[in-house]
């Protein structure tokens, strides 16, 4: 089935620096690719809808300054999170729909973000 | 958005067959319903989805009700392996595009 990747699989930072977190789709062309962030015990919310090309679709109440989504190509959707908070810390996932294929999302491994 | 309600959480005997529910009674006729399962830490993974008529795949079986108003998600022979969450979701489309409207799902855990 489809691959997507993320990078990194975790990373810890200091309070006020920026992440930035990768989204790769391995073996198929994405156009657009989701955000979410979910944390413990708790399901994953849609933060953001990434457009090859365009800007960014951000869901309400995320703060589109805080959270910059770049979709440069159609295999990489980055996901920058700015000055970033205690918070912020949480399972950030992200999906892309195959062009060629049916709706399916397929879901990348998730990036683990600790801010201390 | 039409939503879904699932069981918090099911236990199964390793071995045998799964059977998860979800209502979902509020579905628009063109929305369809997808399986989606989390295991701790990784990714969702994709299972099933369909409009009104019955799938199966290999890993699992979905059947809908005529009235389409609540759907069951079968994995025939459940594994360790099959243990984590997973959700019902009826799609959503907004301006072509797909989103996915994650509900809190269901913890399956498997039982040797």
């Known amino acids: 089935g489809a691959v997507v990747s993320q990078h990194p699989s975790w990373v810890i930072c200091k309070s006020g620096t920026s992440v930035k977190i990768e989204c790769r789709s391995l073996?198929?062309?994405?156009?657009?690719m989701f955000w979410y962030r979910q944390f413990p015990k708790q399901s994953l919310m849609l933060m953001a809808t990434?457009?090859?090309?365009?800007?960014?679709?951000?869901e309400q109440g995320v703060e589109k300054d805080k959270f910059l989504i770049n979709h440069a190509s159609l295999t990489l959707s980055t996901l920058t999170v700015t000055s970033a908070h205690p918070e912020d810390s949480s399972f950030y996932i992200c999906?892309?729909?195959?062009?060629?294929?049916?709706?399916?999302?397929?879901f990348g491994p998730g990036t683990r973000l600790t801010v201390t | 958005d039409a939503k879904t309600t699932q069981p918090t959480s099911m236990d199964c005997a390793e071995g045998r067959a799964a059977n998860l529910p979800c209502n979902h009674s509020?579905?628009?006729?063109?929305?369809?319903v997808y399986w989606y399962r989390q295991i701790h830490s990784q990714g969702p993974q994709y299972i099933i989805h369909?409009?009104?008529n019955n799938e199966t795949n290999e890993m699992a079986s979905l059947i809908i009700t005529e009235d389409r108003k609540s759907s069951t998600l079968i994995l025939p022979h459940a594994t360790l392996r099959d243990t984590a969450v997973y959700y019902c979701?009826?799609?959503?489309?907004?301006?072509?595009?797909?989103?996915?409207?994650f509900g809190t799902g269901t913890r399956l855990t498997i039982i040797p």
């Open positions: 999906s892309a729909r195959d062009l060629q294929g049916s709706y399916e999302q397929y």
């Open positions: 073996d198929f062309q994405a156009t657009t």
């Open positions: 990434s457009n090859e090309g365009s800007k960014a679709t951000y």
């Open positions: 509020t579905i628009s006729g063109n929305e369809y």
């Open positions: 369909g409009l009104k």
């Open positions: 979701i009826v799609r959503v489309s907004i301006f072509g595009n797909e989103k996915l409207t």
